[in-house]
């Protein structure tokens, strides 16, 4: 699949669960555009790398700053912004796969892709903690 067309699939990705969740109207296209740069961002770093773990860590780290960018810039919370930028991290191929290969009594396959798959969450996790908690160190400075 081409750059582009991967990242026009998360624009559109991220601006429906914006509207899904009921992000403002005035806020819709910026909240996409984060969703789409945040998908740049793990291309990137995985073109790279070529470590997942990593790309999906830094393109979390991303999401995360622009969104409290944004939020300070607009004055509306920050969860407005990093919900829809997260979407297209969100490793939903992967475990749809574990779960059938374990439907399937393949059991290898399923723990191969249930693994890829944790360790996407957990660097989505991390990447947004990280963020967080160097955010709070410096506020109290």
Do not use: N
């Not at 582009?4 to 910026?30: E, M, Y």
């Not at 749809?96 to 996790?125: N, W």
């Amino acid at each position: 699949m081409t750059v582009f067309v991967q990242l026009l699939t998360a624009f559109l990705g991220a601006l429906g669960f914006a509207v899904l969740f009921g992000v403002l109207r005035r806020c819709l296209w910026v909240a996409a555009v984060g969703g789409m740069l945040t998908w740049g961002v793990y291309l990137a770093v995985d073109a790279w790398l070529h470590v997942e773990f990593l790309s999906c860590l830094a393109a979390a780290a991303f999401a995360v700053t622009i969104s409290e960018l944004l939020a300070r810039k607009l004055k509306l919370p920050a969860t407005m912004f990093i919900t829809p930028a997260i979407i297209p991290l969100v490793p939903g191929g992967t475990l749809y796969y574990a779960m059938s290969f374990a439907v399937h009594g393949d059991l290898e396959q399923a723990r191969s892709y249930g693994l890829r798959t944790l360790l996407a969450a957990l660097a989505i996790a991390g990447g947004i903690s990280l963020v967080t908690v160097l955010r709070e160190l410096r506020a109290r400075r």
